[in-house]
């Protein structure tokens, strides 16, 4: 049965910081390449970063670059996402997913919220 659970959200002051992690189970973890989405209220989920099989490689769009950052470590099953200086903009749930070009798989989110 595969699984990605999230975890490590909650509230945080904007300018602190916060890091998410993901634990994988029932797939080949080391095998796909991960990615963190979030989804804001009344928005579209958006991708925030990727990283390759290896961890060699990241990759984060034009307007995520700087703010976080993504790893894993393959021996734990575990992606990491962190948040640096968040702002109330930042606030919403995030999703790690799994994807290779046979299978996609999402973990259920959590929410993060950025508020003084």
């Known amino acids: 049965q595969v699984q990605l659970v999230e975890s490590g959200g909650g509230l945080v002051q904007p300018g602190g910081s916060l890091r998410l992690s993901c634990v994988a189970s029932g797939f080949i973890f080391s095998s796909y390449p991960?990615?963190?989405?979030?989804?804001?209220?009344?928005?579209?989920?958006?991708?925030?970063?990727?990283?390759?099989?290896?961890?060699?490689?990241?990759?984060?769009?034009?307007?995520?670059?700087?703010?976080?950052?993504?790893?894993?470590?393959?021996?734990?099953?575990?992606?990491?996402?962190?948040?640096?200086?968040p702002k109330p903009e930042?606030?919403?749930?995030?999703?790690?997913?799994?994807?290779?070009?046979?299978?996609?798989y999402w973990g259920q989110g959590t929410q993060v919220t950025v508020s003084s």
């Open 90 to 104: 930042d606030t919403a749930v995030y999703y790690c997913r799994a994807s290779d070009h046979r299978s996609t």
């Open 34 to 85: 991960m990615s963190w989405y979030r989804q804001a209220a009344g928005k579209e989920r958006e991708l925030v970063a990727s990283i390759s099989q290896t961890g060699r490689v990241t990759s984060y769009p034009d307007s995520m670059k700087g703010r976080f950052t993504i790893s894993r470590d393959n021996a734990k099953n575990t992606v990491y996402l962190q948040m640096n200086s």
